[in-house]
């Protein structure tokens, strides 16, 4: 699998953008998919996951409510609805892909196996 994220830009606060993954790969459907972020100065963090069987996403606490994340298995992409976008939410955006990703470790980066190049996402105040 390889993958490319897309979507990101200059937004102010309050707004909304859309991140695209498009992963390529017979086995796409197989792999977890994550989106993680990394602000200046700061280690990366996880935004959101969505294992390969589906069910719900799971969410950090400071975008729930805010940020919804979605799969389409057909078209093999990936999305993060990013709405009431925050300066705080500021960072490059990654997605990453893991083929043994369990539910305990859908929060840890060190679970994904393959990671796209990250999309640039500022919010101004």
């Known amino acids: 699998v390889q993958l490319q994220a897309s979507g990101g830009g200059l937004v102010q606060a309050g707004d909304s953008l859309r991140l695209s993954c498009a992963a390529s790969?017979?086995?796409?459907?197989?792999?977890?998919m994550g989106w993680f972020r990394q602000a200046p100065g700061k280690e990366r963090e996880f935004v959101a996951g969505?294992?390969?069987?589906?069910?719900?996403?799971y969410y950090t606490n400071s975008v729930k409510g805010r940020f919804t994340m979605s799969r389409n298995n057909a078209k093999n992409m990936v999305y993060l609805q990013m709405n009431s976008l925050k300066p705080e939410d500021t960072a490059v955006y990654y997605c990453?892909?893991?083929?043994?990703?369990?539910?305990?470790?859908?929060?840890?980066?060190?679970?994904?196996?393959?990671w796209g190049q990250g999309t640039l996402v500022t919010v101004s105040s």
């Open positions: 990453a892909a893991g083929s043994r990703v369990i539910t305990s470790t859908v929060r840890n980066s060190g679970a994904y196996d393959v």
């Open positions: 790969g017979r086995t796409f459907s197989s792999y977890t």
């Open positions: 969505l294992k390969w069987s589906g069910g719900s996403p």
